[in-house]
T-cell receptor, first 108, second 113 residues
Framework: RKEVEQDPGPFNVPEGATVAFNCTYS??????FFWYRQDCRKEPKLLMS???SGNEDGRFTAQLNRASQYISLLIRDSKLSDSATYLC?????????FGSGTKLNVKP | DAEITQSPRHKITETGRQVTLACHQT?????MFWYRQDLGHGLRLIHY???????NKGEVSDGYSVSRSNTEDLPLTLESAASSQTSVYFC????????????FGPGTRLTVT
């Protein structure tokens, strides 16, 4: 079983829509959680860390559910520039584990 | 500005050849990582280092080696390139581990023919 699993998508949404991604992780001892964004053929870049109490950064909200071992990312008022692949990442036992990513296409 | 660079950006090599991919960071980060990214697998950890002279195997380390002689560089060597090693390779660094951001280089696209 993979450490981190994501729905590959693609999620095709119109501009202005709200979209949510979930990611599940297998190791209950995971210590840290992140969402990274990766544009086509580019390097991943940190979008936001995910804290136990949940956190928000502008249009983006991340939640952590330790009991069910999943992380979510909510994007409100989607922009064309949000089109990318979103990678879920966990950290445990001195290593980072990346999901395969969820592809988002925001259409005009 | 501090940065992380990789070279070459693109490389085509033949099966059986030794190949070295360079990674250089100017943040003075102790932690450095090598990943490969393939369709359907996401990023998989090849090797990592927590400081000079420290190297550790990741989940897909067979056929790869690294050495860390200074803080700035972590070169990745493919001992005898195989077609299965055709991939995009990313180097990353971080100042800490749990809770800390990783900064990625632009990637090296390697094709083994």
């Amino acid at each position: 079983r993979k450490e981190v699993e994501q729905d590959p998508g693609p999620f095709n949404v119109p501009e202005g829509a709200t979209v949510a991604f979930n990611c599940t992780y297998s190791n209950s001892a995971s210590q840290s959680f992140f969402w990274y964004r990766q544009d086509c053929r580019k390097e991943p870049k940190l979008l936001m860390s995910v804290y136990s109490s949940g956190n928000e950064d502008g249009r983006f909200t991340a939640q952590l559910n330790r009991a069910s071992q999943y992380i979510s990312l909510l994007i409100r008022d989607s922009k064309l520039s949000d089109s990318a692949t979103y990678l879920c990442v966990t950290y445990n036992f001195n290593k980072f584990y990346f999901g395969s990513g969820t592809k988002l296409n925001v259409k005009p | 500005d501090a940065e992380i660079t990789q070279s070459p950006r693109h490389k085509i090599t033949e099966t059986g050849r030794q190949v070295t991919l360079a990674c250089h960071q100017t943040w003075n980060h102790n932690n450095m990582f090598w990943y490969r990214q393939d369709l359907g697998h996401g990023l998989r950890l090849i090797h990592y280092s927590y400081g000079v002279q420290d190297t550790n195997k990741g989940e897909v380390s067979d056929g790869y080696s690294v050495s860390r002689s200074n803080t700035e560089d972590l070169p990745l060597t493919l001992e005898s390139a195989a077609s299965s090693q055709t991939s995009v390779y990313f180097c990353a660094s971080s100042v800490g581990l749990a809770g800390y951001e990783q900064y990625f280089g632009p990637g090296t696209r390697l094709t083994v023919t």
